[in-house]
């Protein structure tokens, strides 16, 4: 019995040696840190992302990306965990939720919005003639180059 | 003494500027020619007083007084004497005396100008710019006084305040705060300076564009006289936009020159509108048109440089509640205010005798492709603009502070960016009037052609990123057919006058330089396109902890480290260097000294880089961390920074360009007049 309980406590120990090396060989390398750290921000630190941060609090933070990282944590889920701690203002981009929803609607709308002043300004400026600039003449090659040499040719008088 | 004589002559610039405007105004309303003159003589005599001010701010700051607060604040006994000087735009109070003496001089410019064709526009350039002034100094007067003393009351509260307050006694700490470390590099020294000159410079295309709209005039003359002005105002501002990026890429650490901060965007919406503005007012000149856009174009670029002020010197962007805790903020805000309603007043009061010829005569026509070209300018304008204040909005209605970083802005300006490029492709082909699409077509597909070469060669050398592809293919439209441009026009003038190609082009560009240092401009931004392209979406990193002797691989390089010393300075820095070898494709280039600068007495430090720097890529290496102890281990992040020299390249040709757009051409004699000049003149003369 008495060997029987010492072999298991080798074993035990054995497994726990072989999964610290196991843990240590997990351990989450600087560059899985930086991927995640680079698309939150620290309240303390606005506009400057976490994994260029060089605050205390900054380094303290990418610490506790590496632990949940090396506890099998994702992206995701560790994104969570900051924005429950601090709120939203730790993500790069606000999340597409309540008054956030103007940042992605404005600029499209805007756009489409511009576009058409632009094609009615366009539109309504066009010379009443109703000639269609496709069937106009276009202007020659040599017709333009005569064109360059004659201002040229009007300035180099003056 | 000094105190006094700098805080005298700060009122007596401001009591100018009230004069001025009021007198010229007066003056103006009542046609009394002396009034608006000695307004004129107010307005060139602000320059003397207010620099007998900012001596005064550099004599305390170089005398050590610190019971001055600014100076306790802005300066130590370890900084030189030219950083001393330069901590006159180290803060709140010197910053604003700065900006006033800029715009002090400025004004004194306008006033010596000769008035023969523009008289009517005089009196009103005068208010305006001696309104923006009084404002300014306002500021400081009344609340930023960099004149103001320590003072400690009976009860123990250290307080700063001009005048002694009663029972309260002098402090004189015997060493000040200092400068900001980030503020003492080269980049940082100049970089103000260029942006304020910059910001000051667009007050006077604004005054002269609001004076035309007072008195009612609806020519070009504003915009003849102020040409210069503006390439001028845009000159500083491009110049003061690149030498901030390369302040950050060499001193804040992140491997970067543009991190779409609400500041870096603070100083670039006038720019975008600034650059607008400068190819609308070709169509005006041209034919015309766009009267009323030129006009809100430049009052908007007036109430951006206000708002980039505001922005950088109220504390909003820390937080939108910081804004009310100065008196700097409900002011600005109230003057930016009154200054929008004021000049779209006037906008609106005279639209009608803006109304414009406003005929296009095809949709493919230079004017047209101009329109495109500021709507998209607009469109890039608007997404900064939502970018900056919708963190504020957020705060104001929810309470919930929110982060708009790079991703938004880049994701939403790339296409916009993109279209830029094609029209600078396309524009220079086209021709004013009539432009039709077989025109165009014609003059297009060997550019187009030549150009998707370079993608091409790129493909089939393995690059796989898309938007990269159509970055460069654009990049090298733009670039194509500014040489043929060029070349086109070098070659009509050999065949002319017999000249070699390179005499060709110099009195090519000489003989139209705003549109030839236009297309100098343009290779400029393509150069840029190619750099930012390229550490955009090739920019590679890794970090690591070494051991001594222990290596890091990043793409075809590899460092080693070979150990860390750490010192002090005279100035009061301790330094910890690294000393790395660094190989490329198994052989030795040298090696890097990153380091980090611990600022003692403001407790903060400083990373600055080591970096191997080629025309193909940077290898940039940053010490991020280190054992302090053993000095055994040290934690590097290293960047691969691929044709980021291209940014700075293309930045010096950018601004060359500038300099041959904006640079004075020869007054251009009519016909009739030099014809009767050659009359008049005696014979054989």
Redesign the interface.
């Known amino acids: 019995m008495r060997r029987f309980s010492g072999l298991l406590i080798a074993m035990l120990l054995s497994a726990l040696a072989f999964g610290t090396v196991q843990a240590q060989g997990e351990q989450p390398?600087?560059?899985e840190v930086?991927a995640v750290a680079k698309g939150l921000?620290c309240p303390v630190c606005?506009?400057?992302?976490l994994d260029?941060c060089?605050t205390t609090a900054c380094?303290q933070w990418r610490e506790s990306i590496r632990e949940k990282l090396a506890q099998g944590w994702s992206q995701g889920q560790i994104e969570q965990f900051f924005v429950s701690q601090y709120?939203?203002?730790?993500?790069?981009?606000?999340p597409a939720t309540?008054?956030?929803w103007?940042?992605y609607l404005?600029?499209p709308v805007?756009?489409v919005a511009?576009?058409l002043i632009?094609a009615g300004?366009?539109r309504s400026?066009?010379?009443p003639s109703g000639s269609d600039?496709?069937?106009?003449?276009?202007?020659a090659?040599p017709a333009?180059?005569e064109r360059?040499?004659e201002?040229?040719?009007r300035?180099?008088s003056? | 003494m000094i105190e006094g004589i700098g805080f005298a002559a700060l009122m007596l610039t401001f009591g100018l500027a009230l004069y001025g405007a009021g007198a010229a105004a007066y003056g103006a309303r009542t046609d009394r020619p002396e009034l608006i003159e000695s307004a004129r003589r107010a307005m060139l005599f602000s320059w003397p007083t207010i620099s007998i001010s900012a001596l005064a701010i550099i004599a305390l700051l170089l005398g050590s007084r610190y019971d001055i607060a600014y100076v306790a604040k802005v300066t130590n006994n370890a900084m030189p004497p030219y950083l001393r000087v330069t901590a006159l735009w180290g803060g709140q109070a010197g910053s604003l005396v700065f900006w006033s003496w800029l715009l002090a001089a400025f004004a004194s410019a306008v006033s010596m100008r000769k008035w023969d064709r523009d008289r009517d526009l005089l009196p009103w350039v005068t208010v305006v710019c001696m309104v923006t002034l009084a404002f300014f100094l306002a500021l400081v007067v009344f609340v930023e006084n960099p004149f103001s003393r320590l003072w400690i009351t009976p009860e123990g509260a250290q307080l700063t305040a001009f005048f002694q307050p009663e029972g309260a006694r002098a402090v004189i700490p015997s060493d000040g705060q200092g400068l900001n470390p980030l503020l003492r590099h080269p980049g940082m020294i100049v970089h103000p300076p260029l942006l304020y000159l910059g910001f000051v410079s667009f007050v006077i295309p604004y005054a002269f564009a609001m004076a035309a709209l007072i008195v009612g005039r609806s020519d070009d003359g504003w915009i003849r006289v102020t040409r210069r002005w503006t390439l001028v105002a845009w000159l500083f501002l491009s110049l003061g936009l690149i030498v901030g990026g390369r302040w950050a890429y060499d001193v804040l650490g992140w491997g970067g020159y543009w991190g779409w901060d609400p500041v870096e965007i603070a100083a670039f919406m006038p720019w975008l509108t600034g650059t607008a503005f400068l190819h609308s007012v070709i169509i005006q000149e041209k034919k015309g048109m766009m009267k009323h856009w030129n006009m809100l174009l430049i009052i908007l670029t007036y109430l951006l440089v206000l708002f980039g002020t505001f922005l950088t010197r109220s504390g909003v962007l820390s937080s939108v509640h910081a804004f009310a805790q100065s008196a700097i903020g409900p002011m600005f805000f109230a003057f930016i205010g009154l200054t929008f309603v004021i000049s779209i007043w006037f906008l609106l009061k005279r639209w009608g005798d803006l109304r414009g010829v406003n005929q296009i005569d095809s949709i493919l026509s230079r004017e047209s492709l101009f329109m495109v070209n500021n709507f998209l300018f607009i469109m890039i304008l608007a997404v900064c603009f939502l970018g900056v204040i919708f963190p504020l909005v957020s705060e104001l209605f929810t309470g919930q502070t929110v982060t708009v970083g790079p991703e938004w802005y880049e994701r939403i300006t790339a296409p916009l960016f993109a279209g830029l490029l094609l029209l600078m492709g396309v524009a220079p082909l086209s021709v004013f009037g009539i432009s039709s699409w077989r025109a165009l077509r014609r003059q297009l597909w060997l550019p187009v052609a030549i150009s998707l070469a370079v993608p091409a060669v790129l493909l089939i050398t393995g690059m796989r990123s898309s938007a990269a592809l159509l970055g460069y293919w654009l990049a090298s439209l733009v670039g194509v057919v500014t040489l043929y441009e060029f070349w086109r026009g070098a070659s009509a003038r050999r065949r002319r006058h017999g000249e070699i190609l390179p005499v060709a082009l110099v009195r090519l560009a000489g003989r139209n330089r705003r549109r030839y240092g236009g297309y100098v401009i343009h290779l400029g931004v393509v150069l840029m396109a190619f750099g930012i392209i390229g550490i955009e979406i090739f920019q590679i990193e890794t970090q690591g902890t070494l051991a001594r002797g222990e290596r890091l691989l990043l793409g075809r390089y590899e460092m080693v480290y070979e150990g860390l010393t750490r010192f002090n300075t005279s100035d009061g820095r301790e330094i910890s260097r690294a000393e790395l070898s660094v190989f490329k494709d198994g052989r030795s280039v040298g090696q890097l000294f990153p380091r980090s600068d611990y600022y003692i007495v403001s407790n903060q430090p400083m990373t600055i880089p080591g970096v191997r720097s080629t025309l193909e890529e940077d290898f940039y290496v940053l010490l991020v961390g280190w054992e302090p102890i053993g000095r055994d281990g040290a934690t590097f992040k290293v960047y691969l920074n691929p044709l980021v020299n291209f940014v700075w390249l293309g930045g010096v040709v950018f601004i060359l360009g500038t300099l041959v757009a904006a640079w004075p051409e020869r007054e251009q004699v009519p016909v009739r007049r030099r014809a009767a000049h050659a009359q008049a003149m005696p014979a054989g003369d």
């Open positions: 390398t600087d560059d930086n921000y606005p506009n400057t992302p260029v060089e380094k709120g939203d203002r730790v993500l790069a981009t606000p309540g008054l956030n103007l940042v404005l600029p805007g756009f511009g576009a632009l300004a366009l400026w066009r010379k600039p496709q069937s106009t003449a276009a202007p090659d333009y180059l360059v040499e201002e040229l040719r300035r180099g003056s």
